[in-house]
């Protein structure tokens, strides 16, 4: 069986956008692969962070990765794997400096670091990140990473510092890994249809997929349907975006009345949006009644995870066994 992994971030909430875009096609690729899914608390020292925060978030994700049905044996949390970090500095021994200087997500980051401050600090974690994450996937030898667009120049790096390594060492020891770029539905922000659903840009634009229901109704309620900028015989981009939701959650007959509606011109907005809303709301359901019993047993599922966390250890452990001898450490 073919290896995945994938990461993601412990940012604190888990939106509608991560869910269809991501978590949804992790849940479902664990039919076809041998999946590896890590909580990437590493990654997220990066930018400047709380550390009571940190360790409350890591477990957060883990907790709404199970509620959604990624498995636990599935599961690592990456702080728990310290070898990811000894294999990120072995491999930032063979990555150019002026490669990672290329990287867009690092000058994209040091720049809203430093809208906000022109002075902020930005470290060399945050210069490293793409190393790091090379490291993740590496390690455990994945065929496929599950990943959106945006990660696409990680991913090509990734495959760059493998190659680089094996020519290095003269061994062909690490596999290339490849991006498994799944359709997904792309999810824009309520209140900003010209966006991607995201948390950075704040409370208002991104959908918690564990809100209360009364808090999702009134997002959907008070989500921008005309910018005032149509365009002639063209949907809006946030009826589109209402439409995809509907689509997402898998709600076809509301899709196609209304979008007959839409067609014939007799479309209420305020219709649009409660079929959204109800979609949205019955798709949820059974993942807060699950988050509710993972939660009645916390201490209990934190164990399992720290087991599992520990057998996925076991392979990285492995990874770096062969690794040590491969470069030359004692
Ligand atoms: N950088 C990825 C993101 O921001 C998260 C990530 C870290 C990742 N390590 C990874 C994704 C390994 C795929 C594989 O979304």
Not at 171 to 197: G, Q, R, V
Request: some cysteine; aromatic content about 10%; overall charge negative.
């Amino acid at each position: 069986m073919k290896n995945v992994l994938s990461c993601i971030q412990p940012t604190g909430d888990l939106h509608i956008g991560n869910y269809f875009g991501a978590v949804q096609n992790w849940v479902n690729l664990q039919d076809t692969y041998k999946c590896t899914y890590g909580v990437v608390d590493y990654h997220s020292m990066t930018m400047p962070y709380d550390p009571a925060l940190l360790r409350e978030n890591t477990w957060k994700m883990v907790f709404y990765l199970l509620s959604c049905g990624i498995k636990r044996e599935n599961l690592f949390i990456q702080g728990l794997v310290p070898e990811h970090v000894e294999l990120c500095w072995i491999l930032s021994c063979v990555t150019s400096y002026g490669e990672l200087q290329r990287m867009t997500q690092f000058k994209e980051k040091t720049q809203q670091l430093q809208e906000k401050d022109k002075d902020a600090f930005v470290s060399a974690g945050l210069f490293a990140y793409p190393v790091l994450q090379a490291a993740d996937i590496l390690i455990y030898r994945a065929d496929y990473v599950p990943v959106g667009k945006d990660q696409e120049q990680h991913l090509e790096l990734s495959r760059n510092i493998a190659q680089r390594f094996n020519h290095q060492f003269g061994k062909e020891y690490f596999i290339h890994p490849e991006p498994l770029f799944t359709e997904t539905p792309k999810i824009l922000s309520p209140a900003d249809p010209n966006k991607k659903m995201s948390k950075s840009l704040g409370e208002k634009h991104y959908i918690n997929l564990f809100s209360e229901e009364d808090r999702i109704r009134k997002q959907i309620k008070s989500a921008v349907t005309d910018t005032g900028e149509a365009v002639e015989g063209e949907m809006s981009p946030g009826v589109k975006n209402l439409f995809e939701i509907i689509r997402a959650c898998g709600n076809m007959a509301a899709y196609d009345s209304l979008m007959a509606d839409y067609t014939s011109g007799a479309l209420r907005y305020s219709a649009l949006k409660e079929a959204t809303a109800d979609a949205l709301v019955a798709l949820i359901h059974p993942f807060r009644e699950r988050l509710n019993e993972l939660n009645a047993n916390k201490t209990a599922i934190q164990a399992e995870i720290r087991e599992s966390s520990a057998v996925i250890r076991q392979r990285a452990q492995e990874t770096l066994r062969e690794v040590r001898e491969i470069v030359g450490l004692c």
